[in-house]
């Protein structure tokens, strides 16, 4: 019976998350058995080795596809490409953390257990067939967000910003418990499948409860994406948190709140698409113009990156509205070289920001003269604004291309348009970090002060050449996307 049980389960599709586990296992052993000084330094290459591994993994096992753990999660390509790219994104920050985190005196080995948490958290949220899944996936990405936001113990303003989002999120839990159990309610079922049935089946007569429960839903996943107006948690969170774990929230967490967008609004609640459709427009319409107007007006880099972030997410809700196979490939496109370019741009922010604990830090004055005093850098961060910006060559112009053709494809022109004028705006404050490298003389103040180590440098390589790549040739990568959300259409 218990081999019975074991073969219902088919573990070996889940080999990538077991990896992760026994990863998170093996760095809690070095963590107690490497000396301590030593310890963060070992634990951060057993994660890099780990992480790749996981990698090589994923893609030995990508065509063992199918249902497990009595079909509460499904692996399928689109599985396997969120598994992908929240590896990939967590291997990057990994691998940029050890200098950092000693530099700004949060040395401890928790950090990577903690991003190591948050990976497993938003597996289960690419793969979850069944809301109470999703719930566990939520869940564990977020306790570990927690952590990590407030691990600069020794600034107000990361103590402060875990507090805000850790009260913000359990109380965002409560609506998203509260939205399972109405739907279970009029369902009778936490699985999509069976909701999307009994939705079919009861599209004309639908319970005001099973509706309510929808809403709770789309609120809890906005808020984990940062959708205006559930974003009040981020502006305190990204700024207050360590500047790495900046750039990680804004990137993997922001894609597993899509990829449980995608599968629980297309397939589970697909046939009422003509009533989530109607709200998420001007849900996208403000988070564009929001997240703009907040950008605008900043003159640190780390918080208009930040900011940015969520006028990124309105765009990508544009192509979440489309309900089609071309907007959900041109969203998983947009999800992955956003979050090269957009972590690119933060890692040179690190190396440029003058002092973390400075109320100046990350002022934009510090960027004067970067081009003639650092070309290499500069260059690289040139690289990453145009594509931020939507400017050709780069992989951020295919990005934008391929969204905006899908919504005019689905009959959104009037919210296209509203989307191209908000993307004019936001080339404003990406140029301006241009000019100020390029046209503006340097200040003695700003002289020697690059925080330069072998990591970042090979990081941002990475990340730019990635953006010129799928610049140059982005159908590759649009053709992956496209065979991924096969499964949803």
Known sequence: MFDQLIATMHVDRLLPEILVLAVVMIAILLDV???RGRSTRGVQIATIIGLLAVLVVSMITRKNNGLAFG???VIDKFAVYFRLIFTMITLVIVAVSEHYIERSRIR???????????LFGMMLMGMAKDLLILFLGIETMSISLYALVGLSRHRASSN??????????????????YGIALLYGAAGSTNIENISAFIYGNSYNLPVIAWAGVLLVLIALGFKAALVPFHWWSPDAYEGAPTTVTAFMSTAPKAAAFAAFLRVFYLGF???????SALLWWIAVITMTFGNLLALRQD??????????ITHAGYLVVALLTYDKFGASALLFYLFVYAFMNIGAFVVAIAVNRNEDDNRGYDINDYRGLGFRRPGIAFAMLIFMLALAGIPPTAGFFGKYYIFS????????????????NSAVSVYYYLRVVVTMYLRDREPA?????????????????????????GIVPDKLLAVARASVGMLM
């Open 33 to 35: 058995v490497l000396p």
């Open 300 to 309: 640190s880099v780390k918080r208009m990156l930040a900011f940015s972030s």
């Open 270 to 276: 697909g046939d009422l698409v003509q009533g989530w």
């Open 406 to 421: 899908a919504a005019v494809k689905s009959g959104f022109v009037g919210l296209v348009v509203i989307g191209v004028l």
């Open 446 to 470: 700003t002289e020697g002060a690059i925080f330069w180590k072998t990591d970042l440098a090979v990081v941002i390589l990475v990340c730019a050449v990635l953006v010129i790549y799928f």
């Open 160 to 177: 402060e910003a875990a507090l805000k989002y850790f009260m913000l999120g359990a109380f965002v839990t409560g609506f998203f418990v």
């Open 71 to 73: 079909g509460m999660v």
């Open 108 to 118: 401890i080995a928790e950090y990577y257990l903690l991003l190591l948490f948050a």
